[in-house]
C-alpha cells in the first residue's frame, strides 16, 4: 500500500525537527539555549487557568457547537469591533482547535488545483505546504529587508494574475517579526478590491506590537468582505497547547468551516473556549507585561546580534523574532544553524526553512530568558572567534 501522491506535497515545520535535534543533544548532557520555537515562554494568566478548572468542575467536557459557543463568537466578535475598527458579528466567528485550521480550511474551501495563490517568503512554512498539498500554484513575494520586510509593492501588482484566488497576509510577521505599514495595505487593497479574489490575514500576533496597534487590511474600504482574519489565544496569552483560535470571515465561507469542522474536529473543547471568554473579557494585565519583556529582550539581544562580526538585525517592530542577516559570515543559512546547535548549543532556525528568500537569514526565537538571550550571544561570538 502507497501514500497518495498529494502527500508527497505536503511539508513540515523545521522548529518542531531542530527541537528533536536539541532534546538528542540534551539528552547526551549538553546544555542547549532553546531560541527555535515560537512560543512565548510566559505560563497562561491565572484567571484564564481558574476559568478553565471551573468550566471542569461545571462539566463543560461535552460536544459543543460545531462553530463554537455563542458566548464565545460574540467575545470575539467584540474584540475584533474594537481592535480593527470593523463591524462584525458572532455569525461572522469560527471557533477552531489553533490557528491553522483557519488556513486549511480556507484554502480547502477556495482553490482548485491550478489556482494561484499569493504569500510572503520567508514566511510560515505552513502557507507554501498547503498551498501545494491543494495543488493550486505557489507565488512567493519576497520581502525586502530595507522595507522593514514588507512586500515589494510593484512585484506584488505584477504577480497578481486572473487565477489569483488568494493572498496570504502576515502582519506581525513570522520570521522577520515586520509590521506592514498601513500605506501598503492600502495600495494592496486598492491593487485586489476589484478581483475575484479573498484575502487570507494572519493576525495571529496582533497583539504584540512595539509601536501602536498594527493595521489590519479589513479595516479598509470595500475589504472586510473579502478578508479572512486569522487570530487566536496561543500568542497573545501563552495558551500554545490549549489548542484554541478562530477566524473571522463572511458568513458564506463560515458555512463552509463549518462543514470541514464538522467532518474533521467536530468542536473545539468546551472548557477551553470558557477559558478564551475569560482571556478575551478578563484583564489584560499579564498581556501587557509579556509585551513589556519582550520588548527589553528585543532590544537587547538584537543590539547584540548586531555586534556579531558577520551579522546584521533590524529591530523587528511586533512577533518574538529576531531574523538576523548573516551573509556576512560567508557560510550558508543552514550551514551556519546546524553549526550553532552543535557547536554552539544554540538552537535557531535556518532562514531557507521559511522560503527560498529566506536565505542568508537565521531566525532566532527571543521568547526566552533574558539570563539566556545574553549566553546565547555569548556562545555565538565565541563560535563566530574560532
Known amino acids: ?5 498529494r502527500m508527497s506535497r505536503i511539508g513540515v515545520e523545521t522548529a518542531f525537527e531542530v527541537l528533536v535535534r536539541a532534546r538528542e543533544l540534551e539528552r547526551q548532557g549538553r546544555r542547549i539555549i532553546h531560541l527555535e520555537i515560537g512560543e512565548p515562554d510566559f505560563p497562561t494568566p491565572r484567571h484564564i487557568i481558574e476559568a478553565a478548572k471551573r468550566a471542569l468542575d461545571e462539566g463543560w467536557t461535552h460536544y459543543g457547537p460545531t462553530q463554537g459557543y455563542p458566548e464565545l463568537r460574540e467575545a470575539v466578535a467584540a474584540y475584533i469591533c474594537r481592535t480593527r475598527g470593523v463591524r462584525v458579528g458572532p455569525e461572522h466567528v469560527s471557533i477552531v482547535p489553533g490557528g491553522k485550521p483557519i488556513i486549511f480550511f480556507a484554502m480547502l474551501a477556495l482553490l482548485e488545483p491550478g489556482d494561484e495563490v499569493i504569500y510572503p517568503n520567508p514566511g510560515f512554512p505552513i502557507y507554501e505546504s498547503m498551498i501545494r498539498f491543494l495543488g493550486a500554484r505557489p507565488v512567493p513575494i519576497p520581502l525586502e529587508e530595507c522595507r522593514g520586510f514588507s512586500f515589494d509593492l510593484n512585484r506584488f501588482h505584477d504577480s497578481l ?3 489569483t484566488r488568494l493572498v496570504i497576509l502576515n502582519s506581525p510577521h513570522n520570521p522577520t517579526g515586520g509590521v506592514m505599514p498601513p500605506e501598503d495595505l492600502r495600495e494592496i487593497a486598492d491593487m485586489v478590491r476589484d478581483r475575484d479574489l479573498m484575502i487570507l490575514s494572519d493576525e495571529i500576533y496582533s497583539r504584540i506590537c512595539y509601536d501602536g496597534i498594527p493595521a489590519s487590511i479589513a479595516s479598509f474600504p470595500g475589504m472586510l468582505e473579502k478578508t479572512i482574519i486569522l487570530d487566536g489565544f496561543s500568542k497573545t496569552y501563552a495558551m500554545t497547547g490549549w489548542r484554541i483560535g478562530f477566524g473571522v470571515m463572511p458568513t458564506w465561507l463560515v458555512e463552509a468551516v463549518n462543514k470541514l469542522m464538522v467532518n474533521s474536529n467536530s468542536c473545539t473543547a468546551s472548557f477551553t473556549q470558557r477559558a478564551g471568554i475569560a482571556a478575551l473579557t478578563g484583564p489584560q494585565d499579564d498581556v501587557e507585561r509579556m509585551v513589556a519583556e519582550f520588548r527589553r529582550r528585543r532590544d537587547a539581544f538584537c543590539d547584540g546580534l548586531d555586534r556579531l562580526p558577520g551579522f546584521r538585525c533590524r529591530r523587528p517592530g511586533g512577533a518574538f523574532y529576531a531574523f538576523a542577516n548573516v551573509q556576512g559570515t560567508g557560510l550558508t543559512s ?11 548549543g544554540v538552537a535557531c532556525l535556518n532562514g531557507a526553512s521559511f522560503g527560498v528568500y529566506g536565505e542568508g537569514y537565521i531566525r532566532f526565537s527571543y521568547a526566552a530568558a533574558y ?5 546565547a550571544i555569548e556562545r555565538i561570538r565565541r563560535f563566530l572567534a574560532r
Request: aromatic fraction near 0%; charge should be negative; avoid cysteine.
Open 334 to 344: 543552514k550551514e551556519l544553524a546546524d553549526a550553532l546547535l552543535v557547536e554552539a
Open 371 to 375: 539570563a539566556d538571550l545574553m549566553e
Open 1 to 5: 500500500m502507497k501514500l497518495a501522491e
Open 161 to 163: 494574475s486572473d487565477r
